[in-house]
């Protein structure tokens, strides 16, 4: 009978530890900030905890969370969290917020605040970066000499990214940046910043390929969704914007060589009392670049100040744009199933380059009103075609 006892205890135990193992081996290591000191009382600078644990995490050879519990961290100096990792997969868990200095020089000329660059696999998870932009905005205001400021969160050089139900605010400069990189998907993310803050830009996609932006809302002071030269195959949707600047391509072309920008989609968006809702926008400058293959479609509008705007004449101070004539080269945009309310009687307007004019521009089933009044369209050096109801009527 003892004998049977021990026999199935030793079974037991034996069955036990296996589980343990098999655990340990399938679950990710966590790696809290607070291991390293972290304070999370939004005052002590926990730049140095940060950076221990990303290497510490980084430097794990089976999965690995970094772990930021519910409080508040200041990180006082811009931070790099570096890869490539050794693992495959690498978490950034955040329950808590990230907190920058105030001040309108306290990053000094730096142009990224939190940035992760060369890492495969990253996940960011939940969390909330507070940029505290205000003084820096004030600066601004007041003319004085300020520093550009930083970008809250940049994601550099990376591939297979996911951020999810991350929430930035007051960035300083723009609030996230995916920049040289790879499959990437934002989904669930949270932006604020006031209406009249400057530069502020939500996310600004540039030089990347197969990036995601689903079910966002954004609300700050310039562009919803910026997008520069060398994106390729974007996709936003499930998209609420404003206030703000609304999405824009470009400005594109202000440099002589530039990368296209190619495979664009925007669908189920809604603009409210943005400055712009769909725009392309070049610089009146000679330029190799293009913008081809664009799809904006069930796209709602309330009270948006230049609904439909393609403008190949951006030129600040008229300065440095011989002849006015943008090189950009516009073709295979296409405007589907586009409703609302335009704040200005012109609600769609393409003013394209005389020297490289708009090409394959597409419009249907466009229902734009100006003050329960029918809108107006204007058209400059631009050929397209038009299917189903399209109000304002089409200059195409
Ligand atoms: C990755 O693992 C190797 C050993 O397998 C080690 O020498 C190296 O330091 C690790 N890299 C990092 C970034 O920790
Ligand atoms: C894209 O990244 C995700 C992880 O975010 C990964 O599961 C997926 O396999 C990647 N897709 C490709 C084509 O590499
Ligand atoms: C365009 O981009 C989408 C993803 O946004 C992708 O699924 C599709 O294959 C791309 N099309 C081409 C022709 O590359």
């Known amino acids: 009978m003892n004998l049977i006892i ?61 772990y930021v519990p519910r409080k508040r961290f200041l990180i006082s100096s811009p931070v790099e969290f570096q890869g490539p990792c050794n693992g495959t997969k690498i978490e950034v868990k955040i329950d808590g917020s990230i907190v920058a200095p105030d001040g309108a020089q306290s990053l000094g000329s730096s142009d990224s605040w939190i940035m992760f660059s060369h890492v495969e696999g990253l996940v960011i998870n939940g969390g909330a970066f507070d940029g505290v932009g205000s003084s820096l905005w004030a600066c601004k205001a007041s003319q004085q000499s300020c520093p550009e400021g930083p970008t809250t969160l940049t994601i550099f050089g990376s591939n297979n990214v996911e951020i999810r139900r991350v929430t930035s ?98 669908k189920n968006v809604v603009f409210s009392g943005t400055q712009n809702g769909l725009r392309i926008k070049s610089w009146g400058r000679p330029s190799n670049g293009y913008v081809k293959g664009v799809v904006f479609k069930q796209v709602v509008m309330n009270d948006v100040q230049n609904p439909i705007l393609i403008d190949q004449n951006y030129c600040p101070r008229n300065e440095g744009c011989p002849n006015q004539n943008s090189g950009i080269k516009i073709s295979g945009i296409t405007y589907t ?38 809108a107006q369209s204007f058209c400059k050096n631009v050929r397209g075609m038009t299917l189903g109801v399209v109000n304002p009527p089409s200059c195409l």
């Open 169 to 266: 605010i007051n960035a300083k400069l723009y609030h996230i940046v995916v920049h040289s990189c790879e499959n990437v998907t934002l989904e669930g993310v949270r932006i604020y910043a006031p209406k009249d803050s400057p530069n502020t830009d939500g996310v600004h996609v540039q030089n990347s390929m197969n990036v995601r932006i689903l079910d966002t809302g954004i609300r700050t002071g310039d562009d919803c969704i910026s997008i520069g030269p060398g994106t390729r195959n974007l996709w936003i949707q499930r998209v609420a914007c404003g206030p703000g600047h609304g999405i824009s391509i470009g400005s594109l072309g202000k440099g002589l060589e530039e990368d296209g920008v190619e495979n664009v989609t925007v």
């Open 337 to 374: 199933d586009i409703k609302g309310t335009s704040a200005s009687r012109v609600a769609m307007k393409f003013d394209c380059s005389d020297t490289s004019p708009c090409m394959d521009i597409g419009l249907q089933d466009i229902e734009l009103t100006y003050q329960k009044q029918p």
């Open 6 to 66: 021990s026999i199935i205890t030793s079974i037991l135990i034996l069955l036990t530890m296996s589980c343990l193992i098999a655990t340990t081996l399938a679950d990710p290591v966590v790696i809290s900030v607070t291991d390293f000191g972290a304070k999370g009382d939004g005052r002590t600078d926990s730049s140095q905890a940060f950076v221990m644990a990303w290497t510490s995490a980084c430097s794990s050879e089976v999965p690995a969370t970094m």
